[in-house]
């Protein structure tokens, strides 16, 4: 997880969402160098980072933070690096052109001062750094840098979570990037995508294979009423092939109660638990033999009161166009929870739909009335498995394994 740090009050001076298929349709540390560690001869000398000394009674203070004093073309989401010995810094500031004053915050490993917004393009801004030894002695850094003018070429990005929103508890953080991030440029990013709940749980990012998707998760599902802050702060971060991040992205949000839904194609029935306890059960069909229903660890992505599925252009003579009712979204593919009164008589007996979960019209608008976007959806025993990123998915891999993804 990756957190900035609140604790120096001193130091603070001051959605793309992706298109939707009908059912059945196959539809840290600093983003740049660590600070050099060798002192400059000349501090502030052009290309270098700034360091300073000062000897006081409980040893030598040095300290060095980028960019280096007057180097141009730096990206708008540069970041005051910073590396102390013999102390600690006490003291940031940072000032556009006309003198104010830019707000930001220290990394918790205190390896760099993110400013709270990117930096406006084709400006000179200037830092002050102060740092404080045992004795109370202090030493002060200066730079001053140019930010680059607007980039050629945009990585797009999106953020599925909506300020203000209360979600489920399975509700990942997924963060899109289009074109995808490349492998050797992930680490990066993903030191710019900071997560904070509280209370605090541990999480981590995890990456889907082709790199335009990013996951967040806990060990477990999120606790009821966490509250959760995400800052997806690559806006002008290089992200790979002379690319840059299109903006920042943030969202404050909710946790809601818990409540699943466990779907056993054994039994043809739905489980409904709210707060661990059985709420509901709830006879359905599920995909039939030529179009199996997918089994794993889904979550609700998109509520639809009244929508149409239209397998038509993929399908063609052998495609459908129907109206349906309290449509729940599960995954790309187009798997759906949703009201289908043409099978309540194979609902609790046989699966006679393209892969959905139907269930009837009363229990659909039942189920409407009480699901968040994030409530999870277990479907198991159909014999055909979900694939990765079909979906929000990370719930469907163990933790050890999701761990593997983050870049870091």
Request: charged share 20%; hydrophobic share 35%; net charge positive.
């Amino acid at each position: 997880m990756v957190h900035l740090r609140r604790s120096l009050a001193a130091i603070m001076a001051l959605g793309l969402i992706a298109p939707l298929a009908a059912c059945g349709d196959d539809d840290a540390k600093p983003a740049f160098a660590d600070p050099a560690t060798t002192a400059s001869s000349t501090p502030g000398a052009s290309g270098a980072p700034v360091t300073e000394s000062t000897s006081t009674a409980g040893g030598p203070v040095t300290l060095t933070i980028t960019p280096a004093t007057d180097k141009k073309n730096v990206p708008v989401s540069a970041e005051i690096g910073l590396k102390v010995s013999g102390g600690e810094v006490t003291s940031v500031t940072l000032t556009d052109a006309k003198g104010k004053a830019v707000a930001g915050e220290l990394r918790e490993d205190g390896s760099a001062w993110v400013p709270a917004k990117p930096l406006k393009t084709k400006q000179t801004y200037a830092a002050k750094v102060v740092a404080t030894g045992s004795d109370g002695q202090t030493t002060t850094a200066n730079t001053t840098f140019t930010t680059m003018g607007a980039p050629a070429r945009e990585t797009g990005t999106g953020l599925y979570l909506f300020d203000g929103n209360t979600y489920g508890v399975a509700m990942p953080v997924v963060v899109e990037f289009n074109p995808g991030i490349k492998k050797a440029d992930r680490a990066a990013v993903q030191k710019r995508m900071f997560v904070e709940t509280s209370p605090s749980q541990p999480g981590t990012w995890s990456w889907t294979s082709s790199g335009t998707q990013a996951y967040y998760r806990a060990p477990d599902y999120w606790q009821t009423g966490t509250e959760m802050t995400v800052r997806i702060a690559v806006g002008g971060l290089p992200t790979g092939g002379g690319r840059h991040g299109d903006q920042d992205r943030s969202a404050k949000v909710k946790i809601g109660r818990k409540f699943e839904m466990k779907v056993d194609n054994a039994s043809k029935k739905m489980t409904v638990l709210q707060g661990d306890k059985v709420v509901k059960t709830i006879p359905v069909s599920l995909g039939k033999k030529s179009t199996p229903s997918s089994s794993g660890h889904m979550v609700v992505m998109e509520k639809k009161a009244a929508t149409v599925f239209d397998t038509t252009d993929t399908d063609g003579a052998d495609g459908y166009r129907t109206d349906i009712e309290y449509a729940q979204r599960l995954t790309w593919s187009g798997q759906y929870i949703h009201s289908a009164p043409w099978s309540t008589g194979a609902q609790g007996r046989t699966n006679v739909s393209h892969g959905c979960v139907n269930v009837s019209p009363s229990n659909a608008r039942w189920l409407f009335g009480k699901t968040l976007i994030g409530d999870p959806v277990t479907v198991k025993g159909t014999g055909d498995e979900l694939d990765y990123g079909n979906g929000w998915t990370p719930w469907d891999v163990s933790w050890e394994k999701f761990k593997e993804g983050s870049a870091l």
